[in-house]
């Protein structure tokens, strides 16, 4: 029997993992199935549980996969790196002016399937768990929140943030937030099949956040 190379195994998950993708796209997270993906890769039953011994552990690897082709972090430790060259102010509007710009290029990717794993969430909580155990990496929500308390942490020793409300509540707020704007695109845009209104552009609603931002940490401007 020829031997397997681990070429050969990786070629074989990311044919898999690359269906589920097109699938979650095409279908809501929760409906895709095991047979989907063997539709959808003309690999034979076996040839999928090969590699794989349930959709969740398929699903596990899409989202490590998208985690790393579709991340902020590099821009935001980028405009972070370059953050005394700039106003606190001006570097909250950079911050979100990039969040909203990642949001509008992928709502119909990364996006919607991260919303709908959320959902799913809500319904099984032990199952999303499983399949975020398997997902390595960080995903983009968390990421920003551990860099603005890192951000916020060093303004306010220095002086500069003087935050009205406790810090842990701002950063709570910017979680909330940033969950309910990619929801109201994704819904509009995904589900009701229409352009996002302009009302609910992400770059007019991030915008709105980063002045309330601003005004919670004392920043007048």
């Known amino acids: 029997m020829p031997k397997v190379t681990q070429e050969y195994i990786l070629n074989k998950k990311k044919k898999i993992i690359d269906a589920a993708y097109e699938l979650c796209l095409e279908k809501t997270v929760s409906?895709?199935?095991?047979?989907?993906i063997i539709n959808r890769t003309g690999l034979s039953q076996g040839g999928i549980y090969r590699f794989y011994k349930d959709i969740d552990e398929i699903f596990g690897d899409?989202?490590?996969?998208?985690?790393q082709k579709v991340t902020i972090k590099n821009e935001l430790d980028a405009i972070l790196a370059k953050a005394d060259e700039f106003s606190a102010g001006e570097v909250i509007d950079r911050i979100f002016d990039m969040?909203?710009?990642?949001?509008e290029a992928e709502l119909m990717g990364i996006?919607?399937?991260d919303l709908e794993m959320s959902v799913l969430a809500m319904n099984a909580p032990e199952r999303v768990d499983k399949i975020l155990a398997d997902a390595k990496g960080v995903g983009n929500?968390?990421?920003?929140?551990?860099?603005?308390?890192?951000?916020?942490?060093q303004k306010m020793e220095a002086g500069t943030f003087t935050p009205r409300i406790e810090p842990m509540e701002i950063l709570a707020y910017i979680s909330s937030v940033y969950t309910g704007i990619q929801t109201t695109c994704i819904v509009q845009h995904c589900?009701?099949?229409?352009?996002?209104?302009?009302?609910f552009?992400?770059?007019r609603r991030f915008r709105?956040?980063?002045t309330t931002v601003k005004y919670l940490m004392g920043i007048d401007e």
């Open 62 to 67: 899409m989202l490590a996969d998208m985690r």
């Open 208 to 210: 709105v956040l980063a």
């Open 201 to 203: 552009q992400p770059k």
């Open 141 to 153: 929500k968390e990421y920003l929140m551990y860099r603005a308390s890192e951000y916020f942490g």
């Open 191 to 199: 589900y009701n099949k229409v352009p996002v209104d302009e009302m």
């Open 111 to 113: 996006q919607k399937i």
């Open 31 to 36: 409906t895709v199935t095991m047979q989907d």
């Open 99 to 103: 969040l909203a710009d990642n949001m």
